[in-house]
């Protein structure tokens, strides 16, 4: 398998002679649709290639460099808006593919990615990145720019398709032009999958996830320099042009074809005063530009400037900070439920605003562990921005259940001022950890009351036991029988958590909107007991509190308090 000899010149000679590229084996170079317009790096055309160069994923392996990349283009990092991430929605995040179209009708040999699938007027979606033009330090390509090429939406099943899959001994069965963004197929690697649909059930529907670059493009050119006088074009009149004059100094002149440089050092004198100033300038503090007491020495009419009109600022730094939070997210859990308890934490590495010229616009640098601290949980030992620890199955003791957490993190860099001086003091943030923040969950048990049917005990939501258990109780009713008001609310005593003696009822009066003092003797009491958590086999005793007071007694809201 694999492109033949035929096929191989064919393609070459295309290239070579004629400019112009596609590997349909039954057409001459005149029938060709595609100029070969490979792109030319950072000097010419791709102005920010050398970013990318110089900032390489890191990681041994391919699924490393992925996870790497994808931290890298994300917005506030090196790599945002330079590389385009063509292989998914982010760290973490969902495939993301390019559909190909066929180049020619009829032809299954060229292929190529356009901004809109089988949309040629959308513009080609070209310059992938090359592994190969971004090498390690080793000269080996970087493996995390390899394109993936699949047979159908990988989204929905689609087939990976190796280097391997084609290849004979002579040639492999498919070349990807990361340049252009154009896929070449082998006859043999047509057949091959349109023969083997079980192999391959989408066929000839190509689907690439990759990297692009998206930086900046194009380069400057050299032209004709017009010289006017007022305004009034009058190059033809002038025939030298001699820079003279004290402090000009001509860098350049001579060769014929080059840059010139006129730098004018002196012509605009300096400024010299030993008085120091009177008062501060321009006297708004805080934003005065020279202080009082300020002297000056040979200063150049740009530095007076300067002085005057662009005062060294300082950025804004914002401290790292952490955040952490539990599932199951409810303060309160019946004890005994056996519950896995998840903790979710992120890091925040700061900020350095504005960046001016240090080498990061973060405060820290990244954290290096999670110090996840409870119950079936333990530190975590990673540098990503958010981390997660499941204590497993867990069951709910009696009141607080409680977790913590704290992220180490690196040092960070050296922050600079507007001129690019170093701020310092505060200077670069030392390695260091956040304050520990926690989360707890509550065990208490449920009270339970005739809140939906007067001869039904209903659960009532959770609520802290050293608090007001409120109910509020349908009403009584001929037509039910004997059946009263009830509430079921579970005591502390004997080892078991709860209530303390309940010593306050209230009752709330819905004319007046307020909480009002209801006879404890108005309510029989009771023992009783209940299962908690339902099917655990763990019974509770509660106390049930029925109401003797009239009858039947309409509906209406209660509180019970220790």
Do not use: C
Request: charged share 10%.
């Amino acid at each position: 398998m694999g492109f033949t000899a035929s096929e191989i010149r064919k393609l070459t000679f295309k290239v070579q002679a004629a400019n112009v590229i596609d590997a349909d084996s039954g057409a001459f170079w005149y029938q060709s649709k595609l100029e070969n317009s490979p792109a030319v790096k950072s000097e010419r055309i791709l102005t920010q290639y050398t970013v990318v160069k110089s900032n390489l994923p890191t990681g041994a392996t391919y699924v490393d460099q992925i996870a790497s990349l994808e931290t890298l283009v994300e917005p506030g990092n090196v790599l945002e808006n330079i590389v385009g991430n063509a292989y998914s929605t982010g760290p973490a995040g969902t495939i993301i593919s390019s559909r190909l179209s066929r180049v020619t009708l009829g032809l299954n040999n060229t292929w190529i990615s356009y901004n809109t699938y089988n949309d040629p007027s959308s513009g080609p979606k070209d310059l992938w990145i090359n592994p190969a033009s971004v090498p390690a330090a080793n000269g080996d390509p970087t493996q995390g720019y390899t394109i993936q090429l699949y047979s159908g939406d990988p989204n929905a099943g689609g087939v990976k398709i190796t280097t391997s899959v084609g290849q004979d001994a002579d040639e492999v069965g498919w070349v990807w032009n990361y340049d252009m963004g154009v896929l070449f197929l082998a006859n043999n690697l047509i057949t091959l999958i349109q023969g083997d649909a079980a192999t391959y059930p989408a066929g000839l529907d190509f689907y690439v996830r990759g990297w692009r670059y998206v930086g900046t493009t194009g380069a400057g050119s050299g032209g004709a320099v017009a010289i006017e006088d007022g305004g009034v074009n009058v190059t033809t009149a002038v025939s030298k042009i001699n820079f003279t004059g004290t402090g000009v100094t001509v860098t350049g002149s001579g060769t014929g074809n080059e840059d010139i440089e006129v730098a004018i050092s002196g012509g605009l004198g300096s400024y010299t005063n030993a008085t120091p100033t009177p008062q501060p300038f321009p006297g708004n503090s805080p934003f005065d530009n020279i202080p009082t007491g300020e002297t000056f020495s040979n200063e150049t009419f740009e530095a007076m400037m300067n002085k005057m009109l662009y005062p060294t600022l300082n950025p804004t730094l914002t401290a790292p900070s952490a955040t952490l939070s539990i599932s199951p997210s409810a303060s309160f859990q019946e004890i005994g439920a056996n519950v896995p308890v998840t903790l979710n934490a992120t890091f925040n590495q700061g900020s350095i605003n504005p960046q001016y010229t240090s080498a990061s616009n973060k405060r820290s640098g990244l954290p290096n562990t999670y110090n996840f601290n409870g119950t079936g949980v333990s530190p975590v030992v990673s540098t990503s921005l958010a981390e997660s620890a499941t204590t497993g199955a867990y069951t709910i003791l009696a009141g607080a259940n409680t977790w913590t957490n704290s992220v180490s993190f690196d040092a960070g860099v050296m922050p600079k001022d507007s001129v690019g001086g170093d701020f310092d003091p505060p200077g670069a943030l030392s390695a260091g950890t956040t304050s520990t923040i926690s989360r707890t969950i509550t065990g208490v048990f449920p009270v339970f009351a005739t809140t939906s049917s007067i001869s039904t005990m209903t659960k009532q939501s959770l609520v802290s036991m050293s608090g007001y258990a409120t109910v509020s109780l349908v009403a009584e009713s001929f037509a039910t029988g004997a059946a009263r008001q009830t509430v079921d609310i579970p005591i502390a005593g004997g080892g078991q958590a709860g209530w303390s003696t309940i010593t306050i009822v209230e009752f709330f009066n819905t004319f007046s909107n307020q909480w009002g003092a209801s006879a404890l003797s108005d309510w029989t009491t009771s023992a009783t007991t209940h299962e908690v958590p339902a099917g655990s086999g763990n019974i509770i005793n509660y106390t049930r509190f029925t109401n003797n007071a009239g009858y039947p007694r309409g509906a209406g809201q209660y509180r019970f308090k220790s």
